[in-house]
Every structure is written in structure tokens, then in C-alpha cells.
């Protein structure tokens, strides 16, 4: 980040915030990341969530992401290159949306995926809690809405070396497909790729050990 933009940016404040919502703790960054600049993080590290609010010089943009597990992405509606306006929709949407992590687990359950009969899919119920010492982080009996129509259903994750497996459904393209993350770096795999569930279990049936294997190794 160049120095005069940092410096601009650094000196923005936005008044005083709460040092908790909803059990996240605040913490005050106020440094560069790569092309970022952090302002402060909302997190429950016992939970793998949190909240990050930054300016991202690429786009000249303020913008906040969310982070579930090890999945992380923006909130398009924080998008804005006027501080001030910023500022306006921190202070009447962030609690929001931290209390809105909070719960993301328990939501009620999306029609499009009660419709696929995610719920009642009995494969998915009997997921082991553990598999090649990853652990089942978000199950679909409670899949996690992300962005763009995708929900997470599956999702395997091993924190200490910061790498997972996804599987994802999106509702408008009406399709099953998973990606692995190895060391923060994501990889798309085309191995459980599926329209339907029949053909999603096969598929994991048949590749979920070998992915996860392969992740680790």
C-alpha cells in the first residue's frame, strides 16, 4: 500500500466501539495488510467467525468480510468509497450482522435446499464427526449461506493446519460442487461435482477420503 494512501487512511477514526457484541471481541488492527488496511476485527475464536473491517486499495473501497470456518468473503452492501457513509452503515448494520453470525447455524433451513431434501438426506445425517483427522465444521443439517446463492453443506476442516474441504450448493445454477483449501490457498475440484444427491453420495462415497488424504498430504 503506498504511503500517502496509508496514511490517509490511518487517520480516519470511527469513534469509540464496543469492545464485545454478541460474545465477538474487538480488536484494533490499524495496519496494512498486503493491499489492505485493517481498521478492527469482531472475532469468537472458539467459534472460527469473525468480522473484519478494512479499506482495500485496489478498488479504493471500504468493505467488511465475514468469515465462517475458513471461509471468507464480503458483504456487498458495506461496499462504498465514501468514509463517511461508511461510517453511517457501520454504525446501524454491523451489530447486525455479527448477532446474525452468531446464529448462522441455526437458521431456518432455505426452501431450495428443503426442496433438494438436504435435511431428510440420510447420508448426511450419518457424516462422522471426524474423518482423517479433519473435523465436520458445518453439516447438512444446518448448511451455511455464503454468497451469489451458494450455501456451504459440507464442510471438513482442519484449523491447525488452516486448510479444509468444501461442498457447496448453489440455488440458481441448481448444482452441488466442492473446493479445498490447503494452507489458505483454494483449489477447485471437479471430483463432486452433482445435480442430484443420488450422484452427490456417490461421489463422496468415493473421493471424500482420498480428497482429504490428499489435502493433508
Known amino acids: 500500500m503506498k504511503d500517502d494512501t496509508k496514511n490517509k487512511i490511518a487517520a480516519l477514526s470511527f469513534g469509540d466501539l464496543p469492545a464485545e457484541i454478541e460474545g465477538f471481541t474487538l480488536e484494533k488492527i490499524c495496519a496494512v495488510d498486503d493491499d489492505k488496511f485493517i481498521f478492527f476485527v469482531y472475532a469468537d475464536d472458539a467459534a472460527h467467525c469473525a468480522v473484519t473491517?478494512?479499506?482495500h486499495e485496489e478498488t479504493m473501497e471500504f468493505k467488511v468480510s465475514q468469515r465462517i470456518g475458513l471461509t471468507e468473503f464480503c458483504l456487498t452492501n458495506f461496499f462504498?468509497?465514501?468514509?463517511?457513509?461508511f461510517k453511517e452503515l457501520i454504525d446501524a448494520e454491523l451489530n447486525g450482522v455479527i448477532k446474525n453470525l452468531r446464529g448462522i447455524k441455526s437458521k431456518?433451513?432455505?426452501?431450495?435446499?428443503?426442496?433438494?431434501?438436504?435435511?431428510t438426506w440420510n447420508y448426511g445425517k450419518n457424516l462422522p464427526a471426524t474423518?482423517?483427522?479433519?473435523?465436520?465444521?458445518?453439516?447438512?443439517a444446518a448448511p451455511v449461506e455464503i454468497t451469489n446463492g451458494s450455501f456451504i453443506v459440507i464442510n471438513y476442516v482442519d484449523f491447525a493446519i488452516n486448510s479444509d474441504f468444501v461442498l457447496a450448493y448453489n440455488i440458481y445454477s441448481d448444482e452441488f460442487s466442492g473446493e479445498t483449501r490447503i494452507n489458505g490457498a483454494p483449489n477447485v475440484t471437479y471430483a463432486f461435482d452433482a445435480e442430484t444427491l443420488e450422484d452427490l453420495e456417490d461421489k463422496l462415497k468415493k473421493n471424500?477420503?482420498?480428497?482429504?488424504?490428499?489435502?493433508r498430504n
Open 131 to 140: 474423518l482423517e483427522g479433519f473435523e465436520l465444521f458445518i453439516s447438512p
Open 80 to 85: 462504498t468509497t465514501d468514509f463517511n457513509r
Open 53 to 55: 473491517v478494512y479499506f
Open 208 to 215: 471424500l477420503i482420498a480428497e482429504l488424504k490428499s489435502i
Open 108 to 119: 431456518p433451513l432455505n426452501r431450495f435446499l428443503s426442496e433438494k431434501k438436504i435435511d
